[in-house]
């Protein structure tokens, strides 16, 4: 894995979108089908977050799944969406989900002395009311800032961890260790993937603004469904790292 060069990374995004493009729809359809289990869980008090974090590794296990069956030039339906949520599955997906629970924990924990939380709920209700924007100190915003660089990092260092326990059936540390090394090990494609993935992000997301940005509501019609959209291109591409990582994933037209 040391050996592979930062243009490898390239390569994986670049397969991520050939992937897209053989199934877009079926494959927004998995991304939109777990947005909107997402929006139902958050809708229930008090445990509705907390689902919605543990089932996590679920969802990415059904994108996954979804390019293993693209790949493999084999049809997605809606059933995949409960790929993650089957006996044997969800049970080991749910413990990870624990880890990713814990981590959003610890570093809420680590930056909380530097936020303004009062500052935040003004924020929040200038914006329901439509009002202009309660300003936000330097060191509420450092402190956000901080807390999404190591949650991403954190994400990043653990995006074969689902895979590796659903098609490689490991245990969860044994998951999360393998995960990280084999980051570690290619992290210079790695990088150059997410580098590459964020520079197309943000490109597009100032064409976007540029477009729509006197229609707030057709802005964020269309940054949604953006976003969507990438964020399924960066999944077939982790998917096409973890392929030449760690190997072809089995493949059994019968078990899908």
């Known amino acids: ?21 053989l199934q877009p729809g079926a494959l927004t359809m998995i991304a939109f089908g777990n947005l909107l289990a997402s929006i139902v869980l958050l809708s229930l008090p008090l445990l509705g977050p907390i689902l919605v974090l543990l ?7 059904a994108i996954q799944q979804a390019c293993l069956l693209i790949d493999n030039g084999q049809r997605v339906t809606p059933a995949v969406l409960l790929t993650g949520f089957r006996p044997g599955a969800i049970g080991p997906l749910s413990r990870l989900g624990v880890v990713y629970l814990g981590a959003i924990f610890v570093l809420l924990l680590a930056v909380s ?9 003004q924020m929040a209700k200038a914006a329901q009311e439509n009002k202009t924007q309660a ?8 402190a956000l800032l901080a807390f999404f660089v190591l949650y991403g990092i954190t994400t990043l260092s653990l995006c074969f961890a689902p895979a590796l326990v659903f098609w490689k059936r490991m245990p969860i540390f044994k998951a999360m260790f393998y995960s990280v090394f084999a980051n570690v090990g290619a992290l210079k494609a ?14 597009l997301v100032i064409i976007v603004m540029m477009l729509f940005g006197r229609s707030p509501l057709m ?11 990438l964020m399924l291109i960066l999944q077939c591409g982790i998917y096409a790292a973890y392929k030449q990582i760690i190997g072809a994933p089995d493949f059994s037209p019968e078990k899908t």
């Open 219 to 229: 802005f964020n019609v269309v940054a949604m469904w953006l976003q969507l959209i």
């Open 135 to 142: 300003r936000v100190g330097g060191g509420t915003m450092m």
């Open 113 to 121: 002395p530097w936020i303004d939380v009062d500052a935040l709920r």
């Open 1 to 21: 894995m040391n050996g592979l060069p930062a243009r490898t990374g390239l390569e994986w995004l670049k397969t991520g979108f050939a992937l897209f493009r």
């Open 55 to 61: 089932s996590i590794p679920c969802w990415i296990v």
């Open 190 to 203: 790695v990088l150059t993937m997410v580098g590459a993935w964020l520079a197309l992000t943000f490109t």
